[in-house]
Structure formats: C-alpha cells, structure tokens
C-alpha cells in the first residue's frame, strides 16, 4: 500500500440541457496543476465545483474557492481577465471582496 498517496481531483461540469455530469479524466493527469490548466485551457465548459478526495487516507473535500482564487491569482499576475467560460466559477467561488488585485506599475 502507498504511503502518502497523491489527492484525486474531479471536476463537475454544467453541459447546459443535457445536465451536469462529473467529467472523465485520467489517473494519472488527475492532479491539482493539471486541472487548474485544464480550467484556464477551456477543457471544461461550464463548471460547477471541483473536489479532492484521497480513498487511501480516507477524505475528500470541495476545493472550488481555492482553485478559484488560484485562478483569478494567476490572470491578476498576467494582468488579464478571467476567461469568459470561468468567470461564473470564480465569481461564485472566490467573491470579490476578498480578492486581491495586482497593479501594473508603469
């Protein structure tokens, strides 16, 4: 049995009239960094929250604010926007009062 194994994490994604369905991914690319890029990348189409789970250590928890506010942290450093298929995640996960704008110095 692995000690220490990695967190799951899968996204629910809103497909419109055809409903809401947790989205396929492979174990190996089921990783924090890979569905953050995935995110940003537009391989979701509306979603809805993303969770982590480890079944070895037995928890799981809904991680949608904290991948929310990495991703409005990651555009605010590129000085972009959200992208429009993320920005209702964001804004139903990580409100605007409690994020942090960067200012481009000139």
Request: hydrophobic letters at 40%; proline letters at 5%; one cysteine or more.
């Amino acid at each position: 049995m692995p000690v220490n194994a990695p967190a799951v994490y899968l996204v629910a994604d809103d497909f419109g009239r055809a409903g809401s369905a947790w989205r396929e991914t492979d174990l190996e690319t089921a990783d924090l960094e890979t569905v953050i890029q995935d995110l940003i990348g537009g391989e979701y189409c509306r979603p809805i929250k993303v969770v982590a789970f480890n079944t070895e250590e037995r928890w799981s928890e809904d991680v949608s604010e904290d991948v929310a506010r990495e991703i409005q942290h990651r555009c605010d450093l590129l000085l972009s926007d959200v992208p429009s298929h993320l920005q209702e995640f964001v804004d139903r996960h990580a409100p605007q009062d409690t994020r942090q704008f960067s200012l481009r110095l000139v």
